[in-house]
């Protein structure tokens, strides 16, 4: 397919050799299978594992996916603003790369953007009996404290700021992406931040999504310190504002 990709999907990945070639894998028979121009944009983020080497040998012959090799690890954050830099799509997905989210959940957040919204982001929060969550009980309680706290901080409406499942406009995404300065795991609450302060229009959408084993946020060694980031952010929108 040749012209300006229409998606562009976005994968930050630190030490994901072993999750991530099948879940692209899904990606690319997904895509090619709605028969659209796309383009999968891999940024690994300073892997050890071999993570770079998997993703080419997935992606061989196949044009519309690239990847990234980070010299070092910076963060999540710094990762998928690299990868939405690079991306040209007119829709553009953010998706984690141990594929909790399986991607044809896309679809739910393309029809809510189709209804108007700017950005549809996935849920594991917000009810809906057509829809299956399998998450651990202490991540579960966590998440909550958690999203409780944002929406107090900034993000009001949204339950699940957290979930790696995101999609944007193109041009929303051209214009938030260069302004978050968060590189850690609380950089999509800035996003969300700058997003509701911008008077974008911002759909939550509940999604299958599948805890992964091996995942590499953890609630008592990354907690405190996405809360410091949120404060940060926080404080700097207000500066601004």
């Not at 090799?69 to 953010?94: I, Q, T, W, Y």
């Not at 599948?210 to 907690?223: E, M, N, T, W």
Request: hydrophobic share 45%; with cysteine; proline share 5%.
């Amino acid at each position: 397919m040749s012209g300006a990709p229409r998606w562009s999907v976005i994968i930050p990945a630190y030490d994901e050799a072993a999750r991530l070639p099948g879940y692209l894998k899904d990606i690319q028979a997904y895509f090619e299978g709605r028969d659209e121009p796309y383009e999968i944009i891999v940024v690994d983020d300073g892997s050890r594992d071999g993570t770079v080497e998997r993703v080419r040998e997935v992606a061989a012959g196949r044009p519309a996916v690239t990847v990234h090799a980070l010299a070092e690890n910076r963060g999540k954050g710094h990762a998928v603003r690299v990868g939405m830099a690079d991306a040209s799509g007119a829709l553009r997905l953010m998706a984690d790369a141990d594929g909790a989210t399986p991607i044809a959940e896309v679809a739910r957040l393309e029809a809510a953007v189709a209804a108007g919204a700017d950005i549809a982001i996935g849920s594991r929060a917000l009810h809906d009996p057509a829809v299956i969550r399998q998450v651990r009980t202490h991540r579960k309680l966590s998440g909550h404290v958690f999203n409780f706290l944002v929406r107090r901080l900034g993000v009001p409406g949204v339950t699940d700021t957290q979930c790696g499942f995101k999609l944007f406009r193109g041009t929303v995404a051209a214009a938030l992406f260069p302004l978050v300065t968060t590189d850690g795991f609380g950089f999509d609450v800035e996003l969300l931040m700058m997003a509701v302060r911008r008077g974008y229009r911002i759909a939550e959408v509940p999604v299958n999504w599948a805890d992964q084993p091996g995942s590499k946020v953890g609630v008592l060694r990354h907690g405190p310190r996405m809360l410091r980031e949120v404060l940060s952010a926080r404080r700097r929108l207000g500066r601004g504002r």
